[in-house]
């Protein structure tokens, strides 16, 4: 047995068995008819049976049901930066995180669009509870990371998780995906853990830790949907942390956000990847010799990647607008694009709830606070 046997996704020797358990499963069928509305469940059926490699199941089928979930759920998503990648080559991309499967889904689809290598993409454990749903990630190159761990238990889960991703991107020649925190955004609010960084680091193979995060080329990736399917499931964990309460996920709490998440109406979506971290990873090297300094200055080089390319919608300025009673913004919008946000607001929130319009209109603000504070503009 492997080690990474317990976490990682399946090995090209076992993609056909897997698909053959789930092939018959009520949630592929459902996938399946979503994505080819046309077709006979015999022919998919029959096609799937034939797929013996991840990225075949990936672009035959995957890439397919996201083409389906943007023509459903959005107007469109729109890139920019990954003419900067070079093909055939790994990058270890950090993105600030808004949706469960959206995210890293997307950033697949569209290195595969531009011909480079497509990630292998950390999932919480927890979102993966059910049989099939645990059978479809690791079909879909996914690794995971183990929640809910004594804090001996995270160390030794740590150690390994970082291993695996040195493995990858070093050995395997596999683009990595994982969020820079653990969990989503719900604030709007988006901030590197220093943490992610230091299990990174766990693997470093250099006696300069900056020599190794350049050694794994850091992409910071940028991601910013228009509307947030789940913004008002967001609401509940929100207002137990404005009023200092510990919050309990209900049961199938992470799944309704799952399925909610992409089916849900999105907009416009817009992704960037920025350029690869290098020579400021020898400025901070020669500025900190503290490496805790150092893992602090690299998150905040992350931050500002993510923050300075983040697109702002009317629908961020808007909600800026509503928050601080100020028309500041509204050269951003039309009262057209107000209306359909008031009349959205109006559906998902209890009005007679302050703290709850308020995290609600948060949520949507945040991003035009901290882009300004970004750029001095505040």
């Known amino acids: 047995m492997s080690k990474f046997d317990a976490i990682r996704p399946f090995y090209e020797t076992e993609v056909n068995d897997a698909i053959q358990e789930v092939v018959h499963h009520p949630m592929m069928k459902a996938l399946m008819n979503f994505t080819f509305p046309e077709t006979q469940d015999e022919v998919w059926k029959e096609q799937l049976l034939r797929t013996h490699s991840t990225r075949d199941f990936q672009c035959n089928f995957i890439y397919k049901s996201l083409q389906k979930v943007l023509e459903k759920t959005s107007d469109g998503l729109t890139t920019s930066g990954f003419e900067k990648l070079e093909k055939n080559t790994s990058y270890l991309f950090i993105s600030n995180h808004r949706d469960i499967l959206l995210d890293t889904s997307l950033l697949n689809a569209c290195l595969f669009e531009h011909k480079l290598v497509m990630t292998a993409s950390a999932i919480g454990d927890n979102l993966v509870q059910k049989s099939f749903l645990r ?18 238990e995270m160390l030794q ?3 390994l998780l970082s291993e695996y991703i040195s493995k990858l991107l070093q050995h395997e020649n596999r683009s990595v995906w994982i969020a820079q925190r653990e969990g989503r955004t719900k604030d709007g609010n988006d901030a590197t853990n220093p943490g992610v960084l230091k299990m990174l680091a766990m693997a470093a193979d ?17 991601i910013s949907y228009e509307y947030d399917p789940t913004d008002a499931l967001k609401m509940p964990q929100l207002m137990a942390e404005a009023k200092q309460e510990i919050y309990v996920k209900e049961k199938n709490e992470d799944f309704v956000n799952l399925m909610s998440g992409v089916m849900g109406q999105k907009r416009r979506i817009h992704l960037h990847v920025g350029a690869v971290l290098s020579t400021e990873l020898d400025e901070i090297k020669g500025q ?10 690299l998150a905040q080089l992350i931050d500002d990647s993510i923050l300075s390319h983040y697109k702002l919608w009317p629908t961020n300025y808007i909600a800026y607008d509503l928050l601080h009673k100020t028309t500041q913004y509204s050269h951003f919008y039309s009262e057209n694009e107000k209306s359909l946000f008031e009349r959205r607001l109006e559906m998902r929130i209890d009005h007679s709830n302050p703290l709850a319009l308020q995290s609600f209109l948060a949520m949507y603000a945040n991003p035009v606070v901290n882009k300004m504070k970004y750029e001095n503009a505040i």
């Open 135 to 152: 059978k479809l990630a690791r079909l879909n190159r996914n690794f995971l990371v183990q929640r809910g761990l004594s804090p001996r």
């Open 157 to 159: 889960s740590s150690k």
């Open 206 to 222: 250099e006696a300069e830790l900056m020599d190794y995060f350049k050694k794994i080329k850091i992409v910071p990736v940028s």
């Open 288 to 297: 900190h010799e503290n490496s805790n300094k150092q893992i602090q200055a």
